[in-house]
């Protein structure tokens, strides 16, 4: 490493974010920015550890330690080359990410981990700032043509390697604009959608082609699709939402998440929005759910001018510490505060959903809920039970279903092809090969709603797979195999 010793020499430190009662006045990104100076310092954290134990908490097996000491040197372009050798998008990742491999790396066995993450997007935004991100066309076409279904992390990051290995790519997409997850579930002030348009218009420069409004399965026959092309890449994500079915689910005022944030999304790109009821301006607003997608709601709704948010979570408040049972490097399961509710909210843990309450006309006006504790049990799952006399009913107008997703549609796409599925509802595909001749599967239809890191994981290997069926080898890269693949 660069500075063996700047462990020792310097703090952890990452951009500020704007003051939360400016920050909420609009919906563009609000880190501050870090001098140069400041970066070079968090990456000559980075020690020379011997084990990078980061490399296994990353599911790209990015090659941390490496990059880390290429901005430590000022060496910009091989800092960007070294990260996107196996990250093709790290201007997301370096936004949206939970960052696994700071949880993994050694030096958070005993303070504040290397600033992996902020750093990762440093070199990518400092490549585009300094000119250094040219659109690379392949030098030779294989005369392979491959449709990718679903135009997600996964299934942009399939594109991008296969137009790599030289196959004619076309991306299908049933939504107006391309993106998936990071277009319409992603609000803008984590991601500003000038960093997807961005990615898309170099992918395009490259050779990709993308085609929106292009729903598989109903707007285009699936099977048509896989007589046309050479592969097929299933990428569609897991896009159908738990729900609630308790007593007044049916009230107005009940909606899915993922309906909510489309819907701002949609406003803020200038595109129509649909139901303008959908709003929590002047509302009391109960999110159920404690994920990412729950805090994301929070954040919107703060933006919107809700008059109140409560978020519910049904399990317990995790500890503000690793516990024995939750070793480093493992992913710790601690409690976490988003920038979302720094900006206000109220959150509560262990407490269940009993019915949701309405007025005459149909609309919602509170929720009933009860506190519950949670009872173990040898060899069985979980369960709870609920406490005694703590039933209350609290107010609401505009609930949020915040509490995942089941499996990929079925109906259209996945039933015409026959794939197989699994006991949950996704794809069957061992090395991402489903059932059905030439067709491929990867993300989160494939391993069940994850996170968009591990989606462009996905992508990739898929890639690897459908290029080594095509030409019965691959030189695409892999983290867990060596450079060149032979079937």
């Known amino acids: 490493m660069g500075k063996t010793t700047g462990f020792l020499e310097y703090n952890r430190e990452t951009p500020l974010p704007k003051e939360a009662k400016e920050r909420i006045k609009d919906y563009k990104e609000f880190y501050l920015k870090l001098n140069e100076e400041k970066l070079n310092q968090q990456a000559a954290r980075c020690m020379d550890c011997g084990i990078p134990f980061c490399h296994h908490g990353c599911p790209l097996g990015n090659n941390i330690p490496d990059f880390n000491d290429k901005v430590y040197t000022q060496d910009w372009l091989g800092a960007y080359e070294m990260l996107t050798s196996t990250n093709n998008f790290p201007e997301f990742t370096g936004r949206i990410c939970p960052a696994p491999c700071e949880v993994s790396c050694v030096l958070a066995l005993d303070e504040a981990p290397t600033a992996i993450e902020f750093i990762e997007k440093s070199i990518v935004e400092k490549a585009f700032e300094l000119g250094l991100v040219k659109a690379q066309p392949p030098q030779f076409r294989t005369g392979k043509r491959v449709a990718v279904i679903g135009s997600g992390p996964a299934g942009l990051a399939a594109a991008d390697q296969l137009n790599k290995a030289g ?138 001018g809700a008059k109140s948010i409560t978020q519910i979570e049904l399990l317990e408040k995790p500890p503000l510490t690793r516990t024995k049972d939750n070793p480093w490097p493992n992913w710790s399961n601690i409690l976490r505060t988003s920038s979302s509710h720094v900006e206000g909210c109220d959150r509560m843990w262990s407490a269940v959903t009993k019915e949701f309450i309405g007025d005459e006309k149909g609309n919602l006006t509170g929720i009933r809920i009860a506190d519950i504790k949670w009872v173990k049990r040898p060899n069985e799952p979980d369960t709870f039970v609920e406490i005694k006399d703590t039933e209350r009913i609290i107010p609401c107008e505009l609930a949020l279903l915040a509490i995942g997703f089941m499996h990929p549609q079925r109906a259209g796409l996945l039933h015409d092809l026959a794939v197989n599925l699994d006991k949950r509802g996704n794809i069957v595909a061992p090395k991402y090969k489903t059932n059905i001749h030439k067709v491929f599967t990867a993300g989160d239809m494939h391993r069940g709603q994850s996170l968009v890191v591990w989606a462009i994981s996905e992508g990739r290997e898929a890639a690897r797979e459908v290029d080594k069926f095509l030409m019965g080898h691959s030189f695409l890269e892999s983290k867990d195999s060596s450079l060149v693949d032979v079937v």
């Open 167 to 304: 196959h004619w790519v076309i991306v299908f997409e049933r939504a107006d604009q391309i993106g998936g997850l990071l277009r319409y579930g992603i609000p803008d002030f984590k991601v500003e959608k000038y960093i997807i348009d961005r990615r898309v218009n170099l992918m395009k420069e490259e050779g990709v082609a993308f085609k929106t409004n292009a729903y598989i399965g109903i707007d285009i026959p699936a099977q048509q699709l896989a007589s046309d092309f050479d592969a097929v890449v299933l990428c569609g994500g897991s896009t159908i939402p738990r729900d609630l079915p308790i007593h007044g689910r049916d009230f107005k005022g009940v909606h899915y998440a993922m309906d909510f944030l489309t819907r701002q999304n949609r406003i803020i790109a200038g595109l129509p929005a649909g139901d303008e009821a959908l709003t929590a301006k002047d509302k009391n607003v109960v999110v159920i759910g404690g994920g990412d997608t729950g805090a994301d709601c929070v954040g919107t709704s703060n933006r919107q």
